[in-house]
C-alpha cells in the first residue's frame, strides 16, 4: 500500500530564507507526483507536476525535485516571502490513477 | 468551464438529513475523484470516475455514501441520513487520463448540526 510521508510537518523561517520541503513514499510505481499548495479554508492549487520519467521541474521561485528509485521529492523554494505562507502538499499518482496524499507541511514565513 | 466547480460552497444541515453535493469538472477531463478533508486532518480518498464508471470505489466510508456521474461531466456525492463525523470539506478534481495533473475545485464545506 502507497504511503506518502511529509517532513517537516511544520516549518517557521524569517522571510528571504531559503527553504527544502521534503516527500517521500513507499512504492516507486507512480505515474506522476504533483504538489498543491493549500491555504486556510481554501481548495488546493496546483504548483508543480513532474511526471515519472522526469528529474525535475520549475515554475518562479519554485522547483520540485523528483527521484523516483529512492522514493523522494523535493520542494524548493528560494527567497521566501510571507505570501508563500500556506500549506504544501505531495501527492503521487499511482497506475490505477488515484492521488495518494500526505500529511503536508505547513510553512509560515515572518516578515 | 475553466475550471472545476463545486456547489453549494457551504452547507450546514441537521443530523439524519440527506445531503448532495455537486461537482462539475473541467470540460474534456474525463477521470473525477472526490476527496474529503476533515478539520486538521490530511485528504481522504472517497471514490473515483473514469467517464460515468466508478473503478475505485473504495474509499467510500459507509453504505451512506453515494456518488454518481452523468454524460462524463457532472457529479453528484450523495450522503444519507448525515452524521456528525461527516461533517468535513469534500473537494472535487478532475484530470485529462494520461499524464495531465488533477485541478481541484475550491470545496463544499459541510457542517452537520
Known amino acids: 500500500k502507497q504511503e506518502v510521508t511529509q517532513i517537516p510537518a511544520a516549518l517557521s523561517v524569517p522571510e528571504g530564507e531559503n527553504l527544502v520541503l521534503n516527500c517521500s513514499f513507499t512504492d516507486s510505481a507512480i505515474y506522476n507526483l504533483q504538489w498543491f499548495r493549500q491555504d486556510p479554508g481554501k481548495g488546493l492549487t496546483s504548483l508543480l507536476l513532474?511526471?515519472?520519467?522526469?528529474r525535475e521541474q520549475t515554475s518562479g521561485r519554485l522547483n520540485a525535485s523528483l527521484d523516483k528509485s529512492s522514493g523522494r521529492s523535493t520542494l524548493y523554494i528560494a527567497a521566501s516571502q510571507p505570501g508563500d505562507s500556506a500549506t504544501y502538499l505531495c501527492?503521487?499518482?499511482?497506475?490505477?490513477?488515484?492521488?495518494?496524499f500526505g500529511q503536508g507541511t505547513t510553512l509560515q514565513v515572518k516578515p | 468551464g475553466a475550471g472545476v466547480s463545486q456547489s453549494p460552497s457551504n452547507k450546514v444541515t441537521e443530523k439524519g438529513k440527506d445531503v448532495e453535493l455537486r461537482c462539475d469538472p473541467i470540460s474534456g477531463h474525463t477521470a473525477l475523484y472526490w476527496y474529503r478533508q476533515s478539520l486538521g486532518q490530511g485528504l481522504e480518498f472517497l471514490i473515483y470516475?473514469?467517464?460515468?464508471?466508478?473503478?475505485?470505489k473504495s474509499g467510500l466510508p459507509s453504505d451512506r455514501f453515494s456518488a454518481e456521474r452523468t454524460g462524463g461531466s457532472v457529479s453528484t456525492l450523495t450522503i444519507q441520513r448525515t452524521q456528525q463525523e461527516d461533517s468535513a470539506v469534500y473537494l472535487c478534481?478532475?484530470?485529462?487520463?494520461?499524464?495531465?495533473?488533477?485541478?481541484f475545485g475550491s470545496g463544499t464545506r459541510l457542517t452537520v448540526v
Open positions: 470516475f473514469q467517464g460515468n464508471s466508478a473503478p475505485d
Open positions: 478534481a478532475s484530470s485529462l487520463t494520461g499524464d495531465g495533473g488533477y485541478t
Open positions: 513532474i511526471q515519472s520519467s522526469q
Open positions: 501527492a503521487v499518482r499511482d497506475y490505477t490513477g488515484k492521488l495518494i
